[in-house]
């Protein structure tokens, strides 16, 4: 059976984690916990966690993991906490991932976020995941709309690529990108990723 673009997105995202050796990783932006979810199934992930600014994603994220029987202990856990500020105590992961979040903020401060999370927090491997603006009408997404009422904004490839890139050499990181989705000829993927490794790990 064909999978959607969401299994397909966290079915790449788990899989570059697991390959990269990442066992323990941050959920930026974790919402109601799909990543998490997929993250916990999975015994190779010794430590995961999860945080978001939003008290009501993180009651909805709590249901869905105690729904599937997931506790919330030393290895799973939920916080409301930024990730747009360098705390401390989260250094130290292997990977950090921001699933389909970068575009839910507003643009003057993705600055911000890139301080906290590739200078401050600084993990050996960052996974980024953002729709691809040229894909949206294949969806039936009208041009002049976004795909969602609360993005900031959805980028073409080579406007993420350029900022990815523009990232990872200002943080001594190395970047390679992936589609996610079926790719059209001219149009690429609906989903697209960036893998962030860092240069000197």
């Known amino acids: 059976m064909p999978t959607s673009l969401h299994e397909d997105r966290l079915n790449i995202v788990v899989d570059a984690l697991q390959a990269q050796g990442a066992r323990r990783v941050l959920d930026l932006g ?3 916990g799909p990543l998490l979810l997929a993250l916990a199934a999975k015994p190779f992930f010794e430590q995961i966690v999860g945080l ?14 105690a729904r599937d029987g997931i506790a919330l202990d ?10 747009a500020e ?17 575009e839910h903020i507003p ?16 993990p050996s491997f960052v996974l980024i ?7 949206n009408e294949l969806l039936g997404v009208p041009g002049h709309r976004l795909r969602h009422p609360e993005h900031e904004f959805e ?4 406007k993420f690529e350029a900022w990815a890139t523009g990232l990872a ?10 589609g996610i989705g079926p790719a059209h000829p001219v149009l690429g993927s609906p989903s697209q990723m960036a893998a962030f490794t860092q240069a000197d790990a």
Do not use: M
Request: charged letters at 25%; proline letters at 4%.
């Open 30 to 32: 974790c919402g109601t």
């Open 52 to 65: 978001d600014i939003s008290r009501k994603a993180l009651e909805a994220c709590g249901r869905n993991l």
């Open 74 to 83: 030393h290895r799973v856990q939920i916080l409301n906490d930024t990730f």
């Open 86 to 102: 360098a705390n401390p105590r989260f250094q130290g992961y292997d990977a950090a991932v921001l699933l389909e979040t970068i």
């Open 107 to 122: 643009p003057d401060r993705l600055s911000k976020v890139e301080r906290a999370v590739f200078s401050g927090f600084r």
């Open 129 to 135: 995941t953002t729709p691809n603006q040229e894909c």
């Open 155 to 158: 980028w073409d490839r080579a």
């Open 169 to 178: 050499r200002r943080n001594g990181y190395a970047v390679g990108f992936a």
